[in-house]
């Protein structure tokens, strides 16, 4: 029985294998990324003469994770709104990425090629 080695060396990758590493890659080195789903939650502010006191509400953005077992939220201000939606979702293209290596690796195992 040969032994098998952990690292794989590049050439021996296919090219949809190269490919998402390339872009797992360029993602953990230039994106921020977030784990986490956001919430929008409606309050009332309690000044009777706002539009929220007839029904809407004011809208607020919140990031909810759990970390520990525990769910933790956080108040997202409106000028951080754009790039915490930016970086969970670039969080979860990370983990798709990472997903398809996995993939893979599970045919190598499944198949016994590799
Ligand atoms: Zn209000």
């Known amino acids: 029985m040969s032994e098998r080695k952990a690292t794989i060396p590049r050439s021996r990758m296919?090219?949809?294998?190269?490919?998402?590493?390339?872009?797992?890659?360029?993602?953990?080195?230039?994106?921020?990324?977030?784990r986490g789903s956001l919430l929008v939650r409606r309050r009332v502010c309690g000044k009777p003469k706002c539009r929220c006191a007839r029904g809407q509400g004011h809208e607020s953005l919140y990031?909810?994770?759990?970390?520990?077992?525990?769910?933790?939220?956080?108040?997202?201000?409106?000028?951080?709104?754009?790039?915490?939606?930016?970086w969970v979702g670039d969080y979860h293209k990370a983990r798709g990425l990472l997903e398809e290596i996995s993939r893979l690796y599970w045919e190598k195992v499944r198949t016994r090629q590799g």
């Open 14 to 34: 296919t090219f949809r294998e190269r490919q998402f590493r390339s872009r797992l890659a360029q993602m953990i080195d230039q994106r921020g990324l977030l």
């Open 63 to 86: 990031l909810v994770v759990s970390q520990g077992g525990r769910s933790r939220q956080l108040f997202v201000p409106k000028d951080w709104e754009e790039t915490v939606r930016r």
